[in-house]
């Protein structure tokens, strides 16, 4: 008999034995599933965060805050001739669809009567335009001067239009071999030059005219009145070179 409860204690004891061996393997494996699931999540986030902060360094480079304050300064840089917009999509390095948005964004900011000048696109050629509220008061600051005061800039630059027109700005400047672009808005203002349509040429620039207040203000009837320019003769000239 007390064999018999001997072995029966034995056995409960292994029982509980084993149940308490179970009990603490499946709390080590619970703890180990918990860390290796934290582990992953670490890393998950730590791959998020490092995606993120690729994507935001992207965008930075790709998109700067100031594109617009650039495309400005293209815009100036290039006058009156204009860029196209796949040229400055180019430069800038953006979609074509992107760079209109940009254009439009700066359209709508010169649109406001703040400023003086305006954002214009004729075809795909954009460039800045003096707004027409300004047009009076720009024709009396430079149209109140006389003939007579004309700077000798001023006058080689009719000069050359009254000869060789129509003419484009940069054929002007290729003449006169300095800028032309501010002397051409003086002389507009004055009305002694207007536009004459655009060349074909790329970018199709603005061709210039005299204008009949220039005819005016020279006392001519006809441009064939003008005198005759010198003949120029290369081979005197390296005559002389010799001489």
Do not use: C, W
Request: aromatic share 6%; net charge negative.
């Amino acid at each position: 008999m007390n064999e018999e409860m001997t072995i029966e204690e034995n056995k409960e004891e292994e029982t509980a034995a084993e149940e308490t061996v179970n009990e603490e393997t499946v709390q080590e494996t619970a703890k180990e599933a918990a860390e290796e699931e934290t582990a992953e999540d670490t890393q998950e986030k730590e791959e998020e965060k490092s995606d993120k902060d690729e994507e935001i360094h992207r965008v930075e480079v790709a998109q700067p805050s100031n594109i617009e304050a650039i495309v400005e300064g293209l815009l100036y840089v290039v006058g009156e001739d204009g860029v196209r917009i796949e040229q400055l999509a180019l430069v800038i390095e953006r979609s074509l669809e992107d760079t209109k948005t940009i254009l439009e964004n700066i359209q709508r900011k010169y649109a406001e009567e703040i400023y003086g000048i305006e954002l214009v696109g004729y075809g795909s050629v954009y460039k800045f335009i003096t707004k027409s509220a300004v047009y009076p008061y720009a024709q009396t600051l430079f149209g109140s001067a006389k003939q007579n005061t004309l700077s000798q800039a001023a006058l080689e630059t009719l000069a050359i239009i009254a000869y060789k027109q129509p003419i484009t700005r940069v054929e002007i400047e290729e003449l006169r071999g300095v800028s032309a672009e501010v002397m051409l808005r003086k002389l507009q203002a004055r009305n002694l030059i207007r536009e004459a349509g655009r060349s074909e040429a790329v970018g199709r620039p603005i061709l210039y005219e005299v204008t009949e207040e220039f005819m005016d203000s020279f006392k001519l009837y006809t441009l064939n009145e003008l005198p005759d320019l010198p003949e120029y003769n290369q081979s005197d000239e390296n005559d002389n070179l010799f001489e």
